[in-house]
């Protein structure tokens, strides 16, 4: 019996330690597709489901990947129950916006970043879902083969899908 409850302990000592190094990655990648509470509960899921997946004895070879699949594969789920359209509504730009404006010296600065991060939401907004699925994943600092395995497409399809979206932005930045 003590042996089993120095596993279990084990088990949740590792489990907790992936949480606390993906849990802020995983949860702001689901807030491009959900809201905060949805996105909150999904991260949650994704967790208990690896500890589930340990405590059955499953061998995971790439926890991270797997959990970020994971809470794509639910985020997947929610959107098809709710068969709500994807999309970046005005609270979460502005979410995106105060995070990332810092107080600027001068009403100038401030002008400047305001129009920065205008020309950026126009530009993220005309990708396509894949395309922002691939930036957000590789933002969060996933690895091609990981995004692919997320996605559930071939590296190829993710070095494509980088590549069109860097070059959208570009284009879009270029033209500001």
Known sequence: ???????????????????????G??????????????AEDATQEAFLRLFTEFQAGRRIEHACAWVFQTAHN????RHRRSAREEHWDENAWKSIE????EPGPDAQHVVLEKERLKSLRAAISRLTPQERRCTELRAEGLRYREIAE?????????????????EKVMRRSDAS
């Open 150 to 166: 997320v996605l559930g497409v071939r590296i190829s399809s993710v070095q494509n899908y980088l590549a069109r979206a860097i």
């Open 25 to 38: 990655p995983v949860y702001r990648y689901l807030l491009g597709s959900l809201e905060p509470e949805e």
């Open 1 to 23: 019996m003590a042996g089993k409850e120095n596993g279990d302990a084990a088990l949740r000592k590792a489990v907790s330690d992936i949480f606390l190094e993906l849990r």
């Open 98 to 101: 105060d995070k990332l404006m």
């Open 74 to 77: 639910l985020a997947v789920d």
